[in-house]
């Protein structure tokens, strides 16, 4: 091995340690809370369009300590007992769930009432991808269309060369693979249709002004 291979195999590279802390944080943990129907669609509604975790989504609207600890100082004197929650269970990291507990206690707040604010911020994100959804509906139309005149076409040359013809062959396979793609688009379209039904204002308090 000549010198200057192995000075370069010498390099001293110096790299981010891992602690038993970092590592510990990162992992999943399952925790259930007591959330309204509105802020359960909402976080699944930004992950289905987002194509993220629900995980990852968590940590995102919960990463920040300064803005949850706004928060849940804003919820102490609110009572929430009269509000209908749905009880579910959300896989998060355990770094995520620490910091809601920490904050929760520190400032006397229900951890299900924080995220419940938290999710609030998904509201921008959720108005600008239905906007997105109704594009793709009409585009998706418009895609059909153009398969079928694809296939009306592919009839065409079938009448005039025969089902035999290598331009009947390959427009057949192309519209094969076209197809799929279609199928595809179609399955996150309906995917999407939850929605259309949402209401931004199940999701916002009027008690709470943030």
């Known amino acids: 091995m000549s010198d200057?291979?192995?000075?370069?195999?010498?390099?001293?590279?110096?790299?981010?340690?891992?602690?038993?802390?970092?590592?510990?944080?990162?992992?999943?943990?399952?925790?259930?809370?007591?959330?309204?129907k509105a802020c359960i669609t909402a976080i699944q509604i930004v992950a289905v369009h987002l194509g993220i975790k629900q995980k990852s989504l968590f940590d995102?609207?919960?990463?920040?300590?300064?803005?949850?600890?706004?928060?849940?100082?804003?919820?102490?004197?609110?009572?929430?007992?009269?509000?209908?929650?749905?009880?579910?269970?959300?896989?998060?990291?355990?770094?995520?769930?620490?910091l809601l507990d920490k904050i929760s206690k520190k400032n006397n707040a229900s951890r299900n009432a924080i995220i419940e604010y938290s999710a609030r911020r998904l509201l921008p994100?959720?108005?600008?991808?239905?906007?997105?959804?109704?594009?793709?509906?009409?585009?998706?139309?418009?895609?059909?269309?153009?398969?079928?005149d694809g296939m009306a076409l592919l009839d065409?040359?079938?009448?005039?060369?025969?089902?035999?013809?290598?331009?009947?062959?390959n427009l057949k396979s192309l519209l094969f693979g076209y197809k799929q793609k279609i199928d595809g688009m179609?399955?996150?379209?309906?995917?999407g249709r939850l929605i259309e039904k949402f209401k931004e204002n199940d999701l916002k308090q009027e008690n709470l002004k943030l």
Do not use: C, W
């Open 4 to 36: 200057n291979i192995k000075a370069q195999f010498s390099i001293d590279i110096q790299l981010p340690k891992a602690t038993t802390r970092g590592l510990m944080g990162k992992q999943s943990v399952r925790a259930t809370f007591r959330l309204t």
């Open 60 to 98: 995102h609207l919960i990463e920040d300590e300064t803005s949850l600890a706004f928060i849940a100082e804003k919820l102490e004197d609110i009572d929430f007992d009269d509000v209908k929650r749905i009880q579910k269970t959300y896989v998060i990291s355990r770094r995520t769930l620490a």
């Open 125 to 148: 994100v959720i108005v600008q991808e239905r906007a997105k959804h109704r594009n793709r509906k009409k585009i998706l139309e418009n895609v059909k269309n153009h398969y079928r």
């Open 156 to 169: 065409q040359i079938g009448e005039i060369l025969g089902a035999e013809d290598v331009m009947y062959e």
């Open 186 to 191: 179609g399955v996150f379209v309906e995917k």
